[in-house]
């Protein structure tokens, strides 16, 4: 049986195909050269993509992630990039990030955003690049993201080899620790946030939704725990004004609370990921692990929770906090609690701006027979670099290319998008960096 997404996506492909030939005509004689060109490369681009999934680059994976880094620079060397490897300080143990550049002052400035690193560690069973079939292939970070870094790349030489970067402003940015940020943010994301200070327009190539929707939005992350005491005492004694209620109690209470008192905005979601209770506790929270001792007959002197909120504004996020600190604090009799907030990604917010950059795509895709391009959910995209550089730049993501199963071993990427996709950003590219900044 085909899914209802993959019968869609055929069809797009079909009628892409069929309208191409119908779209030169509202192209310029430049911008068909450079579709051609992109098609001339797209079996060099397949050949790329397989070449750089065969290398593991989970994000632990130091020496992986910096040797795909590695190739991916002489790439952009090639097309008369200058490149940077950025190194991360030891303790934080991530690889460090990989900068292309090359400088000028013609048209919007631009950031494309990438990632080399994947979930699939070196001891996954996932490792290889393999054919499915004549148009799909599975293979660890092939859709996630490093279909999306090959199609950064390939535009890219489109243009060069047809003169069209000179005295333009364009950095790439391929981060080595999208899947497991490095901490502190403060130095993990300070060189794409000023890359961003000094750019006008970031495009993010994380996996597109399909040809018809690109992400104007992305909600933020952060992390929360809470930590509750009680009264140790005999559970004969619970309720009574010397014992309390206990800490189990007073964890229910708040997390009861949580559900009916912060739950309701839009795009606004939390959830407790793991939690223990009882008389002692062994906690490692760091890895989300640890265990509990309790007896029914003991009044529960510890208790805990961890977990995730999402939010679409800094606003929103500083609303939720502040009522479940106000929750927290309203403890039941001989309990106390406190709440930790932990940032992660910020919010990227659908402004005008974004909207603006959405509007030239779609019409770079209606031009070359495409669909018109529409702004995705964002409450059904998570997290991504494009985040961190949302306050500074106008932001456009989901460039990338289309697969199924990011995160699993059933990781696919559809073949047959890649020069569609590609020839899309290249006029995309194109047309940002003829527009006054």
Not at 14 to 24: G, H, I, N, T
Not at 178 to 189: A, V, Y
Not at 325 to 338: G, K
Not at 351 to 369: F, T
Request: a negative charge.
């Amino acid at each position: 049986m085909f899914s209802t997404k993959s019968i869609y996506l055929s069809l797009v492909i079909a009628f892409s195909f069929y309208a191409f030939a119908k779209a030169q005509s509202t192209l310029s004689p430049l911008e068909q050269k450079i579709m051609k060109l992109v098609s001339q490369n797209s079996a060099e681009s397949i050949n790329f993509l397989e070449k750089v999934v065969n290398i593991n680059s989970g994000t632990l994976n130091q020496k992986g992630v910096k040797e795909v880094g590695t190739v991916f620079s002489k790439a952009f060397k090639d097309i008369g990039f200058t490149t940077d490897w950025i190194e991360m300080p030891s303790e934080m143990n991530r690889a460090g990030h990989l900068f292309a550049s090359t400088t000028g002052t013609k048209g919007k400035r631009l950031l494309l955003i990438g990632h080399l690193d994947t979930v699939f560690e070196e001891d996954s069973e996932f490792q290889k690049f393999e054919m499915v079939n004549d148009s799909i292939a599975k293979g660890p970070g092939a859709n996630d993201m490093k279909g999306g870094n090959v199609v950064v790349l390939y535009a890219l030489k489109a243009l060069q080899e047809q003169g069209l970067l000179e005295d333009t402003q364009i950095t790439v940015a391929f981060t080595g620790d999208e899947e497991s940020t490095g901490k502190p943010l403060s130095i993990s994301r300070k060189d794409l946030i000023d890359a961003a200070k000094n750019s006008d327009i970031a495009l993010g190539f994380e996996t597109s939704t399909g040809f018809d929707n690109a992400t104007v939005a992305r909600r933020g992350s952060s992390n929360w725990k809470v930590t509750v005491t009680g009264k140790r005492a005999h559970s004969s004694g619970i309720f009574r004004e010397s014992v309390g209620a206990g800490a189990n109690f007073e964890l229910a209470r708040i997390l009861n609370e949580f559900y009916n008192e912060v739950r309701g905005p839009e795009l606004l979601s939390f959830n407790p990921g793991m939690m223990l209770g009882g008389t002692s506790m062994d906690l490692d929270a760091a890895t989300s692990k640890g265990s509990i001792f309790g007896k029914g007959n003991v009044v529960a002197q510890t208790a805990y929770v961890q977990g995730g909120l999402r939010f679409i504004s800094e606003e929103q996020k500083e609303e939720a906090r502040n009522k479940m600190r106000a929750i927290v604090a309203n403890n039941l009799p001989h309990t106390s609690a406190v709440v930790e907030f932990q940032d992660s990604y910020p919010a990227m917010k659908p402004s005008p701006e974004n909207y603006e950059v959405l509007n030239v795509l779609s019409q770079v895709s209606q031009d070359i027979g495409g669909p018109e391009v529409s702004p995705y959910d964002p409450g059904k995209r998570g997290a991504a670099d494009v985040s961190f550089v949302a306050e500074y730049v106008a932001c456009l993501d989901g460039l990338g290319t289309m697969g199924t199963g990011a995160h699993t071993p059933k990781e696919t990427v559809n073949l047959n998008t890649i020069e569609m996709l590609t020839q899309r950003t290249a006029l995309l590219i194109y047309r940002l960096i003829n527009q006054e900044r």
